[in-house]
């Protein structure tokens, strides 16, 4: 079993074959867990997370379609979004003020320079903004500033999930191209 190709490997863990599964995790744990890590950073959140796939996985095994990708990219997709989506619950976390206070981060009063260039820059992306079309327009929106993922942009949206992909990334490179050519032309 442990020469069994991956997804013939996915297919036994489908099945229900104990021994598939354990030789799909032992062939994906460290792939798995060095991925966690690098994403969260911490060890412990990391196994949790590790773990966490390979339940999705062993979940979903009947519903992997080769012609989608291949097993590992499969796998470490699932791994990569459990991560992030502990990326974003922990940022919710309050912080302790002494804390943030014993960082020494610089003043918050800007300078007369750093405050007119920044209003010069929300002006330019304002108009730049403008220009888009309105569904890109909401998207990158919901996006860039709401923080929002594509599959949120989708569900808000109403739309697929590669329209709501789409329609980010033209108007993220729409926008790139409009400030970058009025910053060639200053």
């Known amino acids: 079993m442990w020469a069994a190709p991956d997804d013939a490997l ?5 099945a ?11 062939r994906f744990q460290r792939r798995v867990f060095g991925l966690a890590v690098s994403v969260v950073g911490d060890p412990v959140l990391a196994e949790d997370i590790a773990q966490e796939a390979f ?8 519903a ?3 012609r989608r990708g291949s097993v590992a990219s499969w796998l470490l997709t ?14 919710a976390e309050p912080v302790d003020p002494d804390t943030l206070l014993a960082l020494h981060l610089p003043s918050a009063e800007a300078s007369p ?21 309105t569904e890109q327009r ?26 709501a992909k789409t329609r980010i990334r033209t108007a993220m490179a729409k926008l790139r191209e409009s400030l970058l050519s009025e910053h060639e032309d200053d």
């Open 10 to 14: 996915l297919a036994g863990v489908a």
């Open 16 to 26: 229900g074959d104990r021994d598939a599964l354990v030789a799909f995790i032992r």
């Open 55 to 62: 339940v999705r996985a062993w979940r979903n095994a009947a």
């Open 64 to 66: 992997f379609d080769a």
């Open 78 to 91: 699932v791994t990569r979004n459990l991560a992030i989506d502990a990326l974003r619950l922990r940022r």
């Open 113 to 133: 320079l750093d405050v007119t260039t920044a209003r010069e820059d929300a002006a330019r992306l304002a108009v730049a903004l403008r220009a888009l079309p």
């Open 138 to 163: 909401r998207a990158v929106v919901l996006a860039g500033i709401g923080g929002r993922t594509a599959r949120e942009v989708a569900e808000i949206e109403d739309v697929p999930l590669g329209t």
